[in-house]
């Protein structure tokens, strides 16, 4: 196997879509990207949720830190 394994794993008391926006926009969870303030860097992510509600919550979660 070609590279390594990248499992993201949250804390059963963290509140999830918060904390998966965090990791995001920080680098952890996807190698090489670093988010650094520039809203149009999101464009290069794909994350998939179960439900457009979820989505939109995300997105909300994830705007929370450039606001």
Do not use: N
């Not at 993201?8 to 999830?16: K, Y």
């Not at 464009?43 to 705007?63: E, H, W």
């Amino acid at each position: 196997m070609s590279g390594a394994r990248r499992v993201l794993s949250i804390p059963p008391g963290a509140p999830f879509l918060p904390t998966l926006a965090e990791t995001l926009l920080d680098g952890r969870l996807i190698p090489g990207f670093r988010f650094d303030g520039e809203p149009l860097a999101l464009a290069d992510a794909t994350i998939y949720v179960p439900t457009r509600r979820a989505a939109r919550a995300l997105r909300g979660a994830s705007a929370h830190r450039w606001w």
